[in-house]
T-cell receptor, first 114, second 114 residues
């Protein structure tokens, strides 16, 4: 069975700091990888995704993530965070077939202090 | 365009009652997914539909849970004889035809079982 591990459950940063959220997955085959964000009071929104090709993917709002196959990792990064980035961030994976449900990590609660 | 919609947004029920949750996917999306989000378990995948059929129902927590989709569009998730542990936010997502397996989420139904 596949699983996703997010190492940081709570992260507090000041504005303009750099961000890196860790995500490791366990799955034996080809994977599709996602980062979703849930702003306070809002529903899950897609930040970025990786299906194949360039392992460095860019998403919305200045976020990017790098797929490192040898490390089974898909870490999320942003060079300079803003107060509006305060949210819950979820890493997710599904199998190569694509149609399967997503397996989510437990989430990282990010708080940006102005 | 319109996103995934779910109704009701909130549902409070008494233990032992049946509840029905509805999901309207994005028009033209062939795949539809149900998830449950709770404090203890995080985001759990329940079931998915490709068209009107659900290839795998093993993610449903118990035989009190059932789901159907008609006309390749609207889906309902039914929970019979609700228990307090069923309290959670139930999320629906839809995905366009291949080859984009990105899942777009609705706002969820918050179910509280008293």
């Amino acid at each position: 069975a596949q699983s996703v591990s997010q190492h940081n459950h709570h992260v507090i940063l000041s504005e303009a700091a750099s961000l890196e959220l860790g995500c490791n997955y366990s799955y034996g085959g080809t994977v599709n990888l996602f980062w979703y964000v849930q702003y306070p009071g809002q529903h899950l929104q897609l930040l970025l995704k990786y299906f194949s090709g360039d392992p460095l993917v860019k998403g919305i709002k200045g976020f990017e993530a790098e797929f490192i196959k040898s490390k089974f990792s898909f870490n999320l990064r942003k060079p300079s965070v803003q107060w509006s980035d305060t949210a819950e961030y979820f890493c997710a994976v599904n199998g190569g077939g694509g149609a399967d449900g997503l397996t989510f990590g437990k989430g990282t609660h990010l708080i940006i202090q102005p | 365009g319109a996103g995934v919609s779910q109704s009701p947004s909130n549902k409070v029920t008494e233990k032992g009652k049946d509840v029905e949750l509805r999901c309207d996917p994005i028009s033209g999306h062939t795949a539809l997914y149900w998830y449950r989000q709770s404090l203890g378990q995080g985001l759990e995948f329940l079931i998915y539909f490709q068209g009107n059929s659900a290839p795998d129902k093993s993610g449903l927590p118990s035989d009190r849970f059932s789901a159907e989709r008609t006309g390749g569009s609207v889906s309902t998730l039914t929970i019979q004889r609700t228990q307090q542990e069923d309290s959670a936010v139930y999320l629906c997502a839809s995905s366009p035809p291949p080859a984009d397996w990105t899942q777009y989420f609705g706002p969820g139904t918050r179910l509280t079982v008293l």
